[in-house]
């Protein structure tokens, strides 16, 4: 690699599919979702999450829905970071939607360090092994 050139991390794309209703389940946030289209966030964390205000749209002062979320770790991220989600609100007024704005989008970033208090840190939780979680927070 010369001077001028960099190496970057792989982008990993994933691809929209019809959930299964035996499979819904693992949307919940006990299961860290890579990603979710529609419905309700899996929060990483239940501390702090956004206000109603914070969900308000800047143009119509209504409130946006949840559009997508999406799991957004890199390996050499700060431990800080080690999981890292974004989430995308919208509002669903077409007077808020110009070409080139984009204030009609919000959107959240929730990071947790490998050690914390809702996730294992050894492994991704299984239903299969760990057996039934409680129901999600709010």
Known sequence: IGTNQFVCDPVYLGFAEDVTDSNRF???SHFMPLGKIGGKP?????????TAADLTCSNCQKTMCFLLQMYATR?????HAFHRALFVFVCREPSCSQTNVASNFKVFRCQLPRVNEFYRSDRAYDPDVDGDVEPDEP
């Open 75 to 79: 390996p050499h991220d700060p431990e």
């Open 42 to 50: 899996s929060w990483l964390s239940y501390r702090p999450l956004p």
């Open 26 to 28: 693992r949307l919940r």
